[in-house]
């Protein structure tokens, strides 16, 4: 590579003329070119980060004998999030965060999206959930911003009745049920690495999470299991219960491999009979009572009391499957009375459940910011 030569990325064929060239000694050192063995630099005015993707191969203009390293796979998002500032004030401002984010992670991407209980925000695309932890962290304290996120969730597909493809990657996305053939989730390759005294919890773990072993190799106390899980079952508290059954000492790899088709249902989270989008999820069938059970139960904890009853419901498709109420605050309205006949205090207690019945009509619940992740870590005792 030599000053002033142009080169093009094999990935997207994009073109760009070197400007300067040079090498890391740690100090910058710039010379006239680079032979094949050394390491350096290049600058070409390159605009988008984007373009430059990482593993991909760099060549003259005019060779088209050059042929890309084999093995180059271009970072593609697996989940998926939703972002909302806390204040809608700070929209902007999180907009301006996400663009100057990308700039130097070109595997995030984002996109506009609106909710009904959260507002503006966006769906962003991420690596996997500590890719999306990462993200979230350094937008909190670099950028000074209070967020909201949802439920993390993965990439689907959806074959409609006249066998047409359709990417949901938003359980809002999800068409009617008469209007869906099947629905297609990734499966990941994983390989955990994990003393043999653990190997047994370890196992019944991936089970738990519809895991099935294709491979089991014990060497020196030290055994190596291969599994093969669905992905929406490891992104959100796989990993933790990982670390937890192991007592710190497995490790853990995947990468996802394929689609297959699963008995999967949308669940909804309804908290005052309304929706709430951040804890809609698409979930296997045989799981959702037992997740939209602990789902609510959680809620009844983290949503505080009001003065009017606040009921908390699980539902597929419009049949509810699970239910918690949060208790009203009760004022007692015949202390003012002194005796008199029980038709005064009945008389009272009418009016008061009136009030109650069009304060719970017109009244709004506001949940916790915190209770939107933290509903969402659902363990074995909960």
Not at 208 to 232: C, F, H, S, V, W
Request: net charge positive.
């Amino acid at each position: 590579m030599k000053k002033g030569m142009k080169v093009k990325f094999l990935s997207n064929g994009q073109q760009y003329n070197i400007d300067r060239i040079g090498y890391f000694t740690p100090e910058i050192n710039y010379c006239d070119s680079l032979k094949a063995g050394e390491i350096g630099f290049i600058n070409a005015s390159i605009k988008s980060v984007a373009d430059c993707k990482v593993g991909d191969t760099i060549a003259e203009l005019n060779n088209n004998t050059v042929k890309p390293l084999p093995g180059f796979k271009p970072s593609l998002p697996v989940v998926f999030c939703g972002i909302y500032p806390v204040d809608t004030s700070d929209y902007e401002h999180l907009k301006e965060s996400f663009e100057k984010l990308a700039l130097n992670d070109s595997s995030f991407t984002y996109e506009n999206e609106t909710s009904a209980a959260l507002g503006y925000g966006f769906r962003c695309g991420c690596l996997g959930l500590l890719h999306l932890e990462v993200i979230t962290e350094r937008l909190r304290r670099e950028f000074d911003l209070d967020l909201i996120t949802t439920a993390p969730g993965v990439v689907y597909k959806i074959i409609d009745r006249n066998k047409n493809e359709k990417i949901i990657r938003n359980p809002s996305e999800l068409p009617d049920p008469a209007e869906i053939d099947k629905i297609l989730e990734p499966w990941v390759k994983s390989t955990i690495i994990v003393p043999q005294d653990y190997l047994g919890t370890v196992i019944n773990l991936c089970i738990e999470k519809r895991g099935k072993q294709t491979n089991l190799n014990i060497q020196n106390n030290r055994a190596i299991l291969e599994m093969e899980l669905p992905l929406n079952e490891i992104v959100i508290d796989f990993y933790d219960k990982l670390k937890s059954y192991s007592k710190g000492y497995a490790s853990f790899d995947y990468q996802v491999y394929d689609y297959f088709e699963g008995d999967l249902v949308k669940l909804n989270i309804l908290v005052n009979s309304e929706t709430v989008d951040a804890f809609s999820n698409i979930v296997h069938k045989t799981r959702a009572e037992t997740i939209g059970r602990r789902i609510c139960n959680k809620l009844k904890d983290l949503i505080p009391r009001q003065n009017f009853q606040i009921p908390i419901q699980a539902a597929i498709y419009g049949k509810i499957i699970a239910r918690e109420t949060i208790k009203a605050f009760r004022k007692d309205v015949t202390a003012k009375l002194y005796g008199g006949d029980v038709s005064r205090k009945k008389k009272l207690f009418e009016k008061q459940k009136k009030g109650k019945k069009r304060m719970k009509q017109f009244g709004n619940v506001e949940i916790p910011q915190t209770a939107f992740f933290e509903a969402l870590k659902i363990g074995d005792n909960d």
